[in-house]
């Protein structure tokens, strides 16, 4: 009909299925066409309705799709569809009260409860109110004791609530009706293993294993544990019996080479940290691992060159930037340092006072007085009570012959502590000047 114009006679439930039938490919725009010719040919056919105000909806054209629906209800007000699109466009517009009132309507008069339950549920927990999301996902649960999502997100409200021993309430009553529920054993084990209560986190996870032999995660969730108990050579184990049941991943390749450093095996962690950064590049946690190994041997050379490497896969990583400040600064390239460190600044308005200090301690070294001011102004709006930046901040307005202001910051700093020995090498100044002593 759309290649040649014509026009032919079908049913609703046809343009219904050809609708269907292209959103189910994500082909909108033909369902779009369909909708519109279905509606062309049964102007008040509600299902056909229905679904241009679901395509309205996922194009964020929430008022026309409003209208149809306020027609819709006025012609079927019962109508189930109407209701959970009506909220979806509320919870989307982060009017969640106004979704949750008009899905508990909606419970008066429909059977089939569970989707809002879990809507309603849903909607508590993205506005964080665990505690009034509980009872809902409970009752999903009771109803499908299959439903593992709403399990998960029960657990999650627990978890928030701080109610452990909910959770674990929840889970054995879950086990009582479906002993091999792997998910439940799961969820077991990872709250186990929150409490160290290691040996027993360790136990759901076989259970989980014994439920379903392919469920890698648990093999992985095993595997970590066994790492924290010591139990080295049983992780690995674990860590390759998850790899053969799915392909290779970064994350499980790094644990297995921290694995095989604890075991003091060189080659085979050089050989699965290697596979690590092959399998993800950008594996951060990988590439700062391999770096502070050299670093601990002090082969610097090696360590600058797979941090510069590392660097080019993450570019804005501040661990990465980090290191390489912190490899030059060590070197005594105070110059390349300054230019990692200020990267950091660059990226981040809240840094930590270790970077603050080691900026601050290379412009000292490579005496850029005028840029250490301006540093350490920056960071004492962070850390106002540090005293080595006040008698910083005394040293570099001495050197500008800025005598009143100078002497401001540094009894400010004598109020706190004495200045240390670096500093009065780096600013003889302070000795020298008569005024500021007193």
């Known amino acids: 009909m759309l290649k040649t114009n014509s026009v032919f006679y079908f049913d609703s439930s046809d343009f219904i299925n050809i609708s269907h039938h292209y959103i189910d490919k994500a082909n909108f725009s033909l369902a779009e066409k369909s909708i519109k010719l279905g509606l062309e040919q049964h102007p008040k056919n509600i299902d056909l ?74 909607e508590f927990l993205l506005n964080e109110n665990y505690e009034s999301a509980v009872p809902f996902f409970k009752k999903c649960i009771d109803y499908d004791n299959e439903d593992y999502q709403s399990l998960y997100n029960l ?28 998910i439940a054993w799961h969820q077991l084990g990872k709250i186990y293993n929150k409490q160290q209560k290691y040996k027993e986190s360790i136990s759901a996870f076989d259970f989980a294993i014994i439920s379903d032999d392919q469920f890698v995660s ?36 790094y644990r297995i080479a921290k694995c095989y450093r604890k075991l003091d095996n060189k080659k085979f962690f050089l050989n699965y940290i290697k596979k690590a950064l092959r399998e993800e590049p950008g594996n951060e946690k990988a590439w700062v691992f391999l770096i502070k190994d050299y670093l601990k041997k002090n082969n610097y050379r090696q360590a600058k060159y797979l941090a510069s490497k590392a660097l080019n896969n993450n570019i804005n990583s501040i661990k990465l930037l980090k290191l390489n400040a912190e490899i030059y600064r060590d070197l005594g390239n105070y110059k390349e340092a300054i230019k990692f460190y200020n990267q950091i600044v660059d990226f981040k308005q809240t840094l930590s006072w270790k970077i603050w200090k080691g900026l601050i301690g290379c412009l000292l070294n490579s005496k850029e007085w005028s840029e250490l001011l301006r540093i350490s102004l920056r960071a004492k709006k962070q850390f106002p009570n540090k005293a080595i930046l006040d008698f910083t901040i005394s040293g570099c307005l001495l050197k500008n012959g800025k005598i009143n202001e100078a002497i401001y910051f540094y009894q400010s700093g004598k109020k706190i502590s004495q200045v240390p020995d670096k500093l009065i090498k780096s600013f003889p100044e302070f000795t020298q000047n008569k005024t500021l002593l007193v």
């Open 218 to 253: 648990a093999y992985i969730e095993k595997a970590k544990i066994l790492e924290k108990v010591d139990k080295i050579s049983e992780a690995i184990m674990n860590y390759r019996l998850a790899i053969e049941l799915s392909e290779g991943n970064s994350f499980v390749y």
């Open 49 to 122: 309705m229905l679904l241009k105000s679901e395509l309205l909806i996922f194009n964020s054209n929430y008022q026309v799709a409003y209208e149809i629906l306020n027609f819709v209800q006025e012609i079927d007000p019962e109508n189930r569809e109407v209701y959970l699109q009506k909220a979806t466009i509320y919870s989307k517009n982060n009017l969640s009260d106004e979704a949750i009132e008009i899905l508990k309507k909606a419970l008066l008069f429909i059977d089939d409860k569970l989707e809002i339950w879990n809507m309603i549920g849903m």
């Open 155 to 182: 657990i999650f409200c627990y978890e928030n609530l701080d109610m452990i021993d909910e959770s674990i309430s929840e889970l054995s009553s879950v086990l009582e009706k479906r002993p091999y529920s792997k």
